[in-house]
């Protein structure tokens, strides 16, 4: 199983922004053979950590 763990920095409030960030790396981890993507805790609204 491969997995990608996204460390990436969301814009606060921003889900459109944000959502677009999520899909771009599914895209990106599904071409390059993974099977599962990890994201940050509430990444889509944009919490900060």
């Known amino acids: 199983m491969r ?3 996204a460390q990436m920095n969301p814009t606060v409030g921003d889900i459109d922004g ?3 960030k999520i899909i771009k790396i599914l895209k ?3 071409m390059e053979g993974s ?8 990444f ?6």
């Open 3 to 5: 997995v990608t763990v």
């Open 18 to 20: 944000n959502l677009s």
């Open 28 to 30: 990106k981890s599904h």
């Open 35 to 42: 099977d599962l993507a990890v994201f940050p805790e509430q």
């Open 44 to 49: 889509l609204a944009g919490y900060p950590a």
